[in-house]
């Protein structure tokens, strides 16, 4: 995925999880959420690493296993009509985590369309301000 393009102030470093790959049963159609289909997804976490990278220390950075299971678990676990809610949950269940200050999440799968496409995706940023700004909003 290229670089973060926001103008706001971001942690320095990346912890970056790419080509994961799960089975889950989203989407529009009932044949999509009986059959089920592929879904691939990349994480990118902005989180300053630099002490980490000093301590050596597991509990100074975000455990990518950790990381995996959470992703796992959105995507295995819950079910959805769109991507794009796969993505923001995605988001906001990593933005709880320690650490993280930013993300940006990719979620895509091959849709059960007529024609040739390899995948279609959605990719979203969000931050842990917007998402604690969002804390207390009901819709």
Known sequence: MP???RAVPVAPDLLVLEGMSFYGYHGETQAERTLGNRF???VELRMDLATAGRTDD???TLDYSRAFSLVREVVEEQQYSLIEAIAARIAETLLAEP??????VRVG???PIA???ERCSVIIERSASETRG???VHE
């Open 58 to 60: 597991i509990n100074d």
């Open 109 to 111: 799968k091959q849709p």
């Open 134 to 136: 969002q804390a207390g």
């Open 3 to 5: 670089p973060y393009n």
């Open 40 to 42: 691939h997804v990349d």
């Open 115 to 117: 024609g040739a496409i």
């Open 99 to 104: 650490h993280v200050d930013s993300i940006r």
